[in-house]
Structures are given as structure tokens and as C-alpha cells.
């Protein structure tokens, strides 16, 4: 008989600082995974449910208190987790997600100066279940020297409330990733992304290759 864990889908969630390119990477990943015969879930934070893609155009629109950002980034990540992430591993199904809690830690704690320890309170509020906490099998934080995110961000669209930040915030969300990457070695994967999209690829599939076992 199979391990019923073994059914479990597979979580994985992309970081890292606006512009870093981490859309362009992700449509590709779900392309290559459902190549491989598998059913891939696309879905991105804040958003990825009705009520969360309504939070999501207040939080990148609206000025809030910090800790306001804070609250209902993790409700839409409640929502989140409830309405489609857990459901969907619970099928078997692959997830990729445009960002998840370190997000949090990076953006409303790094470029905020919102208190860690708050944000682990909530991270445990919102992804633990009894003993087990939900976390990504493998979370891939797509690195870029600021210069270059801001560059390619300045040749786009119209930017939202944290796009239009000032050079130190978006600083200090980079190295808060940098940090939670150290920290966390075994699951965030850093990649250097000034670098071809081919050479990136080849990175890519490498790191991927244990979630196929
Ligand atoms: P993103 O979807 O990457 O923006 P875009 O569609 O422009 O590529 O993310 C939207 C913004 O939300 C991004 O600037 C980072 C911010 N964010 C947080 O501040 N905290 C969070 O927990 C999450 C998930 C996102």
C-alpha cells in the first residue's frame, strides 16, 4: 500500500524582490511539471481566492498601519491555505505559489520593521494544525542586486504601494530574505538571477529533481 504521504502533492513557493523575474520563471516551472504528467495549481499572494484577491487590491493600494498590512496578509493567507493550497496537496496536485509568508518576514518585517516575533506568532496562527506547521517542500528566492530589480521595474507598468518605496526599503526587504535564506538553508534555495534565463533553467530543473522522489 502507498504511504498516504507519499500522495501528497508538493508545495513550492517563489520569491524575491519586485522585477527579480520571478512570473517569467514561474509559468515556465508549471510548464515543465505539467509536462511531467502532472496537475500543477498556479496561484500567487496576496490573492489566490476571491475574498484574497479583494485584500489584495486594498493592501496594494491603500495606506494602512503596518500591522493592519500584517493582519490581513495572513487572513488572505488563511483563506489561501483553506480554500486552495491544502486542498489541492490533499489531491496530489502540485502548487506553485507567487510568494508566501516569506513574503511577510521580508517585506512587513525587513522593509517595515515590523516585530519578528509577531509575524511568527502569526505564521503559527494561520499554518500550524496541531503538532504540523504547512510550509513549502522547496521555496526558490529569485536574487537580484537592487539595481537591477529597480531598473527592470522602471520600465513597466504603473507600480503599486510597495513597488514605489524608497531604495533602502526595498534594501532591507532584500537582505531580510538573504537572512531567512541562511537561516533556512534546507528549504529556501537562493538563486543568483542576473543571469541568463537558459543558465537559470538548468538551476531550475537541478533543485527541483529531489521533489520527484
Ligand atoms: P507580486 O504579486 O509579486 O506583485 P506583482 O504582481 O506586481 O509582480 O506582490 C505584490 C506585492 O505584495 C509585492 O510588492 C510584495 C507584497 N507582499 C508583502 O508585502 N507581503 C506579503 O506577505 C506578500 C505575499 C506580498
New binding site residues.
Partial sequence: MPNPNDMRGRFITLEGL??AG??THLNWLAECLRERGLNVVVT????GTPLGEKL?AL??NESMHLET??LL??A??REHIAQVIAPALERGDWVLS???????????GG??GLAWEKLVVLERWVQADGETMLQPDMTLLFDVPLAVSQARLANGREL????REATDFHQR?RQAYLDRATASAGRIKRIDSDRSLDAIRIELAELLEPLFL
Avoid: H, I, N
Fill in positions: 519586485d522585477g520571478k512570473s500567487r499572494e496576496p490573492g489584495r493592501l496594494l498590512e500584517a496578509m495572513f488572505a493567507r507567487d510568494r508566501f509568508t516569506d513574503a511577510s518576514f521580508a517585506y512587513q522593509g517595515r503599486d504601494r510597495f513597488e526587504v
